[in-house]
């Protein structure tokens, strides 16, 4: 960049943080900054100095970023508008080239593709500049034409890569990741082979776990709304000679391989007449490559495919990177929550256990009403943690040893209020927090906290109720042994329509019948 000109850079977000660490980052970066939180504030700026570039996020109060690119092109056609978001979609990146944005990041952006993305659409405003002046001239038709032409490439280019990345928005193990990236592969590469290989040190090879064999033919296009469907791959000498060769080299390199066309002296067997091989990277270290070979017709690859098949890649690796922190935070905060109910647990001998036993009662039910293993889950989750609220009740009360008076009766049932609140200043499922909300609502509709009834109680609440009552008549208390079995069954079956579920009583006597609910009791294990 020129010393004796500092180009200025107009941020345009709602969020104080991004504004901060960009605005810092470019003027180290030598730029003059200028930062505003809203599209208003920002029209404010460009009528009182100079801008040469405007990053706007796209989703803004009072003004959004689509509108604010509008007014700027209105203003000054030549000036490069970025906008960033974190909602991709095909209407938006279409929104964005009629509003005259010349590019579009997805967050989270790095400042280092952010600084990439200034330098190019800088560049590009020379280019466009010098292109309105050669407009009234007979060669500036013809390099107008050519731009067109540029900006529609470009429109394309988005639509693959948003496409792309969509793919792996909601994936749920590493094994989808790497099954849903060969399948892209082929699709958007037309290439006959694809595998994916993880690399560990401990062993002299690299591991395939995940491949495509297709047949998209050379008419093909990049849908990724239509992935070809993924066969077994049959094991092939040629590919194997592929992977200990070639593999380990930009293993070794750390740098995508694209043979376009088979030579005597490139390493490729006879049989393979375009190979690519590109690695996956995890804070610079790699730890799979993906590739894709044609073997078959006049389909070879080029630098295009290469493109997009290391921007495949890097969305595959940020998507098994982000699964690994996502699991760890919530093993770490899981952990946390189940100390919580651990602490209370402490503070009343009851409840020692109590959480345990209604998790795999509720379970138990669950199983012998059918639901579902998502179903069940939530019961697991919801089951271990449905008196976590009592940590907010005062040990005068939770530990009375006998009965309790009207208003400590109404500090109780608090507890499953302050529960509910709890996961969700943690930001966690509204289903579960729900289920942990209602665990004490009665079917009647006389029960706590909301008095709800019926159908409005979730149903894998009312599960959880009557495994909650039974455990707590079947366990000793401070002021009474535990009941017989019989006196429980009895009260709990009084209790239909009125305290529980029919359905679900229905199910609890089943279970009890056929000896699963005694069977769990005596020895923990669920039938």
Request: net charge negative.
């Amino acid at each position: 960049m020129d010393s004796l000109k500092k180009e200025t850079i107009l941020f345009v977000d709602d969020e104080e943080s991004i504004l901060s660490v960009s605005s810092e980052y470019f003027q180290r970066k030598g730029y003059e900054t200028r930062t505003a939180s809203t599209g208003v504030e920002a029209l404010k700026i460009l009528d009182s100095e100079t801008i040469d570039c405007c990053f706007t996020d796209i989703n803004m109060p009072q003004m959004n970023g689509l509108e604010l690119a509008e007014r700027i092109r209105n203003h000054d056609n030549t000036m490069p508008v970025i906008v960033m978001t974190g909602y991709p979609s095909l209407e938006n990146t279409i929104q964005t080239i009629k509003n005259g944005v010349v590019d579009f990041l997805i967050k989270p952006v790095n400042l280092k593709q952010m600084e990439l993305s200034v330098q190019r659409v800088m560049q590009q405003r020379k280019m466009f500049v010098e292109n309105v002046l050669l407009k009234k001239e007979v060669e500036g038709k013809q390099r107008l034409e050519r731009l067109n032409q540029e900006l529609m490439v470009k429109v394309k280019e988005l639509n693959t890569l948003n496409k792309i990345m969509s793919q792996f928005t909601a994936i749920g193990s590493s094994k989808d990741v790497f099954k849903r990236a060969v399948d892209i592969a082929c699709t958007i590469s037309h290439a006959d082979m694809t595998g994916f290989y993880v690399i560990n040190d401990a062993v002299q090879e690299p591991v395939q776990v995940s491949s495509s064999v297709v047949s998209c033919g050379p008419a093909a296009t990049p849908d990724l709304k239509n992935v070809c469907k993924t066969q077994p791959m049959p094991p092939a000498d040629r590919f194997k000679s592929l992977s200990s060769g070639l593999i380990m080299e930009v293993v070794s390199d750390q740098i995508p391989l694209l043979i376009s066309q088979n030579t005597a002296n490139n390493g490729l067997p006879a049989e393979i007449k375009s190979a690519m091989i590109v690695p996956l990277k995890i804070r610079e270290k790699v730890f799979g490559v993906l590739t894709a070979v044609v073997n078959q017709g006049q389909k070879r690859f080029s630098e295009k495919d290469l493109y997009y098949l290391s921007f495949l890649a890097q969305s595959a690796a940020q998507a098994i990177e982000n699964l690994a922190l996502y699991e760890n935070i919530y093993e770490n905060l899981f952990a946390t929550l189940y100390a919580f109910v651990k602490a209370v647990e402490a503070r009343d001998l009851y409840t020692q256990q109590h959480s345990s036993r209604v998790t795999g009662l509720s379970i138990v039910l669950g199983k012998q009403l059918g639901c579902s293993k998502e179903e069940l889950d939530v019961l697991n989750f919801a089951g271990h943690l449905h008196d976590i609220g009592k940590i907010g009740i005062r040990d005068d009360i939770l530990l009375k040893p006998g009965k309790l008076t009207n208003d400590e009766f109404e500090k109780i049932k608090d507890h499953p209020a302050i529960g509910a609140n709890i996961l969700e200043q943690l930001g966690l499922w509204e289903r579960e927090r729900k289920i942990i909300r209602c665990h004490h609502e009665r079917f009647d509709g006389t029960g706590y906290p909301d008095g709800i009834k019926q159908d409005e109680i979730p149903f894998l609440a009312r599960i959880l109720s009557v495994a909650d009552v039974y455990d707590a008549m079947a366990s000793d208390r401070a002021y009474r042994k535990k009941m017989a079995d019989e006196v429980i069954l009895k009260i709990i079956n009084e209790g239909i329509g009125s305290q529980f579920d029919p359905d679900v009583v229905a199910a609890f006597n089943q279970a009890y019948a056929a000896g699963k609910i005694s069977h769990y009791m005596k020895t923990g294990e669920i039938n």
